[in-house]
């Protein structure tokens, strides 16, 4: 028998719009608009303040993205050159967070760009945090090298790559990347932290039959079960 209300009866909520707001990178000299793309919003419980992480890729640049004005930070005409990005937002209005109000200011960083070389691009297709909410992982891929171990012969291929930073100051704790064994175009695009803090999952696709080659683990033999396969891994660190 259907429910008549009254005070007891629980209230549904309307899913108003409480607040919006847009993010757009600078213009460029040229008249032409970059664009942006939004891989993960993530909200921080921290111990002075939370806040939210907005992680991306963009071609352009501002206080949002990672840099701050076209003076200061080239802008690649051609449109090529996409970078990462991690940007902290506060979840009451949205703004860039500069700092909280209450936290020991040292080292504190509102927005960095995830990057490898000049004229490569770095796609970040997802995030995670650790579970003291110190540390973020982002994951992507890129046509450039992000790990300096690393040697690759496709230079305009898509390969997987994972990064840690603290989330305090955003400074890189470290990154490695991922090749494939036929030079096929991979990507990372997934993560979760393990509970004891001891390491992430990550996971991802690789394309056309081939397999994520572990060059960093010889002792890995993975097998290709198709076209497009999915990965998964866990790293330490």
Known sequence: ??????????????????????????????????????????????????????????????????GYGDSMVPVRKSGHDADGFITK??????EVLNSPKNANNTNWKSSMRILSQPDKDDIIHGACLDIDNKFIYVVGSTTGIMDSLMQRSNEDVQLPFVAKLSLHSLELQWKTQ???????????????????????YVAGTV???????????????PLSKGMDDIFLLRLDG
């Open 1 to 66: 028998e259907a429910s008549e209300g009254g005070k007891d009866y629980p209230y549904h909520r309307t899913l108003k719009v409480l607040w919006e707001r847009d993010y757009a990178p600078h213009q460029r000299d040229d008249g032409s608009h970059p664009g942006a793309k939004v891989a993960e919003l993530l909200y921080v419980t921290g111990a002075d303040e939370d806040f939210l992480v907005m992680v991306g890729t963009s071609s352009g640049y501002g206080s949002t993205f990672g």
């Open 89 to 94: 937002l506060d979840p009451l209005t949205g």
């Open 178 to 200: 991922l090749t494939t064994s036929k030079g096929m175009r991979a990507a990372a695009t997934g993560c979760s932290s393990l509970p004891d803090g001891d390491g992430v």
């Open 207 to 221: 394309q056309n039959g081939d397999v994520i080659y572990p060059w960093r683990n010889m002792d890995l033999k």
